[in-house]
């Protein structure tokens, strides 16, 4: 089966080989938007818009995801700058916030779509002014919903979580084996066909 992986991010890359399926990557075209509650239901959507819209025209399978973080209300998507990062740290530092990473599968053949969501409660520790202007410039905040990323320095932020690790990183691993098993991807010697 020809699993297309419709993202240019290295973090879920790296994640899906992790399951061990052989995949491809083609870069969604999709623009993410304005974002709007229900929080579920949207990263889901937006998953969903980027995968059909690689299903357009390659592979048998398309998986495609779509990460935000939420706190009071608020979506963190990647910041456009220094500035804008340290204002996001600052705001995240100290309390809990929620990350939604939407997950689509559609069969190209079949037409068929499967979604689901994971949602993880992350709970950051206070920060200094001097810890977020060095995890800053470090490198890693600029190119993560939220300014952070929980797989390097950014691990230091965190105080603990709650629910899956991989959903906070990009992918949740164990709801995408089930969908791809869903689809006839054989995983750990099984697959749900």
Not at 81 to 95: N, R, S
Not at 100 to 126: A, M, Q
Not at 175 to 192: A, H
Request: charged share 20%.
């Amino acid at each position: 089966m020809d699993l297309v992986l419709a993202s240019g991010s290295p973090r879920r890359a790296e994640l899906l080989k992790r399951l061990g399926v052989p995949y491809r990557v083609i870069v969604s075209e999709v623009e993410e938007g304005i974002s709007c509650p229900p929080w579920s239901q949207w990263v889901q959507e937006v998953a969903c818009l980027k995968a059909r819209n690689v299903a357009s025209f390659a592979g048998e399978i398309v998986l495609a995801a779509d990460t935000i973080v939420l706190k009071a209300g608020r979506v963190l998507g990647k910041p456009a700058d220094e500035q804008e990062a340290e204002t996001m740290l600052t705001f995240l530092a100290g309390d809990v916030h929620e990350v939604f990473t939407g997950i689509c599968i559609v069969n190209c053949l079949t037409k068929e779509v499967w979604r689901d969501v994971g949602v993880t409660k992350v709970y950051f520790r206070s920060l200094t002014e001097q810890e977020i202007k060095a995890y800053i410039a470090s490198g890693e905040a600029l190119d993560k919903a939220g300014a952070y990323g929980i797989q390097g320095l950014g691990s230091l932020l965190i105080e603990k979580i709650e629910g899956c690790y991989y959903n906070v990183v990009g992918l949740p691993l164990v709801k995408t084996m089930n969908l791809l098993r869903k689809c006839g991807v054989q995983i750990l010697g099984q697959n749900d066909n």
